[in-house]
């Protein structure tokens, strides 16, 4: 079973949309969760951590679902910036160099 | 703002070749990454650090080495190219306490092993 596991899409989503993204992961035991942003041929760059409570920052609202082992990224009112690879991302603690484990990303295009 | 850098953006190398890829962080960090990204496959973890001197194979070691003497510098190394080593190698480094798991990314080196 992957570790890690994201639908590949592509999601192509008109401007004003909303769009969800989901992932799950294998390991109960897994601490921290993350979403990271990869544009086109440039690095992957976090976007925002996943709390248990949920957290939301601005358009985007992250959620984890520790009982059914999933995350998810809901953006609402999509811009045509919004348009990457979206990474999911999970932290077993314990590990040494708590290294993490990243999911092949879901990719979103937003057109006009 | 955390900065990781890379010595190289683009690098073509041949076959049999022993190639150096240097990597960068300028905050201190404990915990240095070297992943590998191709296409269908995401980003595989090759070596980490967590220390001076101190390495963890990751999950693809295989025809890599690293170095880290120095605690912002982590060095991978490819003692003898191969053309399946082609790839996009992403250097990446965290603070190493237990609630900051965010790992920042440096700009990556595009490989080209002819």
């Known amino acids: 079973r992957k570790e890690v596991e994201q639908d590949p899409g592509p999601f192509n989503v008109p401007e004003g949309a909303t769009v969800a993204f989901n992932c799950t992961y294998s390991n109960s035991a897994s601490q921290s969760f993350f979403w990271y942003r990869q544009d086109c041929r440039k690095e992957p760059k976090l976007l925002m951590s996943?709390?248990?409570s949920g957290n939301e920052d601005g358009r985007f609202t992250a959620q984890l679902n520790r009982a059914s082992q999933y995350i998810s990224l809901l953006i609402r009112d999509s811009k045509l910036s919004d348009s990457a690879t979206y990474l999911c991302?999970?932290?077993?603690?314990?590990?040494?160099?708590?290294?993490?484990?990243f999911g092949k990303g879901t990719t979103l295009s937003v057109s006009s | 703002d955390v900065k990781v850098t890379q010595s190289s953006r683009y690098l073509v190398k041949r076959t049999g070749e022993k190639v150096f890829l240097e990597c960068v962080q300028d905050m201190d960090h404990e915990n240095m990454f070297w992943y590998r990204q191709d296409p269908g496959l995401g980003l595989r973890l090759i070596y980490f650090s967590y220390d001076v001197k101190m390495k963890e194979k990751g999950d693809i070691p295989e025809g890599y080495s690293v170095s880290r003497e120095k605690k912002e510098r982590f060095s991978l190394i490819l003692e003898s190219a191969s053309t399946n080593q082609t790839s996009m190698y992403l250097c990446?480094?965290?603070?190493?306490?237990?609630?900051?798991?965010?790992?920042?990314f440096g700009p990556g080196t595009r490989l080209l092993v002819l």
């Open positions: 996943v709390y248990s």
């Open positions: 990446a480094s965290s603070p190493g306490t237990a609630y900051q798991e965010t790992q920042y």
């Open positions: 991302v999970v932290n077993l603690f314990g590990q040494a160099g708590t290294a993490l484990i």
